[in-house]
C-alpha cells in the first residue's frame, strides 16, 4: 500500500492511500481519518460511500465529519467510488455510468465484470486493508453513504447485516429499479435479469431481511433529484411493509448538495457512534 499524503487534522491524522486491487483488477484509492483515540487503542470504523461523479476525496473535504469523528473515536473510511483508468470503452464520457459511477454492485456483463466490482471491493477487500494497516476495529463498522453512495450503504449493510452494527445514508437512490440512474445503469452492469436487480435495490432487499437497528435517513426538500430519481417515500413504505425501524428526516430548503451533508453530518456520527459502543 502507498500512502500519498498524510496530514494533522483534529489532533488525528487524515490520509490518502493508492493499493492494488485484485476485485477491481487495478489501482484504487480511499481516503482514511484516524482519530487521537487510534494512537492508544483500535477504534471503530465508520465507511463514507460517495456519489456519482465523487472520488475519495469529496466527502474528505466536504463533509466536514473529522471534528465530531476526533471528539467521538472513529475512524473514517472514504473510499473512491469506481475504479480508474480502466480503458474500457463507454467508461468515461457520461457521469451516470462507468468510471465515477459504479453504483457499488458486482458487474455481471463483459467488459464491466473485469473492474467494476465495488460490491465485493467495499465489503471485503478494503476492510481487510484496513484492518492490516491501521489500528481499526473492524468488528464494529458502520456504514453511511450520499446519493449513489447511500445505495451503496443501504444495500451492502442490509445484504451484510453480520459485517456492519449501523447504517444510515444523506438522499440515497432507494429504488434504482425504478428510477433513471439505475435503469440506465443496471442493464449494463447486471444485464436484464431482475432478480440480479433486486440484489441491489434496497426497497426490495429490505421486504425480505431487516437491518438491526435504526436506519437513518436525511433527505431535503429542495433536492433536484428527488421526485425522478430518490423517492424516498418508496423505501418508507417497503421498511412498513418489512417491519424495519426507519428515522427518515426530511429538511426544507436543502438540496442535494454537501451544504446539505454538513449541516446533518455529526447526526449521523453520533448516530453510529450509539451503536459501535462510542457514545
Do not use: N
Not at 134 to 139: E, G, L, R, V, Y
Not at 191 to 220: H, M, N, P
Amino acid at each position: 500500500m502507498e500512502t500519498i499524503s498524510e496530514q494533522r487534522c483534529h489532533g488525528g491524522v487524515q490520509g490518502f492511500y493508492r493499493h492494488h486491487s485484485d476485485r477491481c483488477g487495478g489501482p484504487m484509492r480511499f481516503a482514511l481519518f484516524q482519530p487521537p483515540q487510534a494512537a492508544q487503542e483500535a477504534c471503530p470504523v465508520l465507511y463514507f460511500l460517495a456519489g456519482l461523479t465523487c472520488t475519495e476525496e469529496t466527502a474528505t473535504i466536504k463533509a466536514g465529519a473529522q471534528r465530531v469523528a476526533a471528539e467521538l473515536g472513529l475512524i473514517l473510511v472514504m473510499p473512491d467510488t469506481s475504479p480508474r483508468q480502466t480503458g474500457l470503452e463507454g467508461a468515461t464520457g457520461d457521469w451516470e455510468f462507468g468510471e465515477g459511477a459504479g453504483f457499488y454492485v458486482d458487474a455481471t456483463q463483459s467488459p464491466w465484470s473485469s473492474r467494476f466490482r465495488m460490491h465485493s471491493y467495499v465489503v471485503d477487500e478494503l476492510p481487510a486493508l484496513i484492518a492490516q494497516h491501521f489500528p481499526a476495529d473492524i468488528a464494529r463498522s458502520g456504514i453511511t453513504g450520499h446519493s449513489m453512495g447511500g445505495h451503496g450503504a443501504l444495500t451492502i449493510a442490509l445484504r451484510h447485516r453480520d459485517k456492519y452494527r449501523s447504517v444510515s445514508a444523506f438522499a440515497p437512490i432507494v429504488a434504482p429499479s425504478q428510477v433513471p440512474w439505475g435503469q440506465k445503469a443496471f442493464p449494463r452492469y447486471l444485464g436484464d435479469d431482475a432478480a440480479t436487480w433486486a440484489q441491489y435495490d434496497a426497497c426490495e432487499l429490505v421486504r425480505k431481511q431487516r437491518f438491526d437497528g435504526t436506519i437513518l435517513i436525511d433527505q431535503g426538500e429542495a433536492d433536484g433529484f428527488l421526485a425522478t430519481q430518490l423517492k424516498p417515500e418508496l423505501f418508507d413504505q417497503a421498511c412498513a411493509e418489512g417491519g424495519q425501524a426507519l428515522l427518515l428526516r426530511r429538511h426544507a430548503g436543502y438540496d442535494h448538495s454537501y451544504y446539505f451533508i454538513t449541516s446533518f453530518i455529526d447526526d449521523h456520527l453520533r448516530h453510529h457512534a450509539s451503536a459501535l459502543g462510542r457514545s
